[in-house]
């Protein structure tokens, strides 16, 4: 977020898709525009909705529609997939229960990972190991076996081979060992709608999400058709909406493409508040780097920079266990 944006651009990212898996896609007019696009958001607001993602209206829809109806189900339902730091921080959160900042958050959640196998990274690894908690399978059948996860990650892959040459390197240069094995989170989240939609009962914790970044390289956001709430900041500390717009996602930095971009890209600080009578549903998938994934500034990226290291070294895993840590008080 180096600038004082108004509002979130839109990319038409079909050229890029369409070229992504060839090596030489930097030479294409199209993908060079979308390329031109890509980097222009990331610098100036690190926000922007995707448009032309190929992933199928009725199974983004489906996917929120699978959410409202788990969120709907009594208190003691939601509790058979209770989130526990036991069960690897996966499972269901009730309202209140996530913390940002130190201010407990008015939402409740289901937060899945990806699988760790015991041991695979040790101490590093240790505090995500667990499997996911999927309520009645439903969720997970839709998820999992629907094609919906995978067209996201292939969705988040593609637009990393675009965001590799918005930087001037490679395709892929977020492949291999810092991000071909790309970690993700998803989270499914609701957040109840105020009792007076004027305003007038509102209560001192009407923040669905404190304000916050995100942890990995890029954040896909499904968020209900009818109801703005996601509020992004710019350079001089006003929020600016991110309404819904039909057959988008809203795609965000996380804080490890800040780092290898030294700075160029910013994570920018994002929240959420519901101020519609509506119960508000949203699934956010986070592609991250490699669990143990080494993240400093790329060479390039400082040499773009006058020569100047911004910032200094990360492991993606440990940044991720000491925020999931602290999210959860
Ligand atoms: N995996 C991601 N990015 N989750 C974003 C959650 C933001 C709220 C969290 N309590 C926090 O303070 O980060
Ligand atoms: O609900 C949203 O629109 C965004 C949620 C979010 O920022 C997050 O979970 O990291
Ligand atoms: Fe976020």
Not at 237 to 261: H, Q, R, Y
Request: hydrophobic share 35%; charged share 25%; aromatic share 10%.
């Amino acid at each position: 977020m180096a600038t004082d944006f108004k509002s979130i651009p839109i990319i038409d990212i079909g050229p890029l898709l369409s070229k992504s898996d060839d090596p030489d896609m930097g030479s294409d007019p199209g993908v060079a525009q979308v390329v031109e696009q890509l980097d222009r958001a990331c610098r100036e607001a690190g926000f922007f909705y995707v448009k032309g993602h190929g992933v199928p209206d009725p199974l983004v829809k489906e996917v929120r529609s699978i959410a409202r109806k788990f969120f709907h189900l009594p208190y003691e339902e939601k509790l058979k997939i209770k989130m526990t730091p036991e069960a690897g921080y996966r499972g269901y959160q009730r309202l209140g229960e996530n913390i940002t900042k130190g201010v407990p958050d008015l939402h409740e959640a289901i937060d899945c990972y990806t699988e760790i196998k015991p041991g695979r990274y040790g101490a590093l690894g240790k505090p995500m190991e667990g499997p996911n908690q999927w309520y009645r399978n439903h969720t997970v059948y839709k998820f999992n076996r629907s094609g919906y996860s995978v067209s996201v990650v292939e969705l988040s892959r593609k637009i990393m081979r675009g965001i590799g040459l918005a930087l001037g390197g490679s395709p892929s240069e977020f492949e291999g060992d810092r991000a071909g094995e790309a970690f993700w989170v998803t989270r499914i989240i609701g957040y109840p709608g105020v009792p007076d939609a004027n305003g007038d009962n509102k209560t001192d914790n009407d923040v669905g999400c404190g304000a916050h970044t995100d942890y990995g390289l890029v954040t896909l956001v499904n968020q209900d058709d009818d109801i703005t709430a996601l509020q992004v900041r710019n350079l001089s500390g006003e929020w600016i909406s991110a309404p819904p717009i039909p057959g988008t996602f809203v795609c965000n930095i996380g804080d490890m493409l800040k780092i290898w971009s030294n700075g160029l890209y910013e994570s920018t600080l994002h929240r959420v508040v519901n101020s519609n009578a509506k119960f508000r549903v949203c699934v956010a998938y986070f592609y991250e780097p490699n669990y143990d994934a080494a993240v400093e500034p790329l060479d390039f990226c400082i040499q773009k920079s006058g020569g100047v290291r911004k910032l200094g070294k990360a492991v993606y895993g440990e940044h991720l266990v000491a925020k999931v840590q602290t999210n959860f008080a």
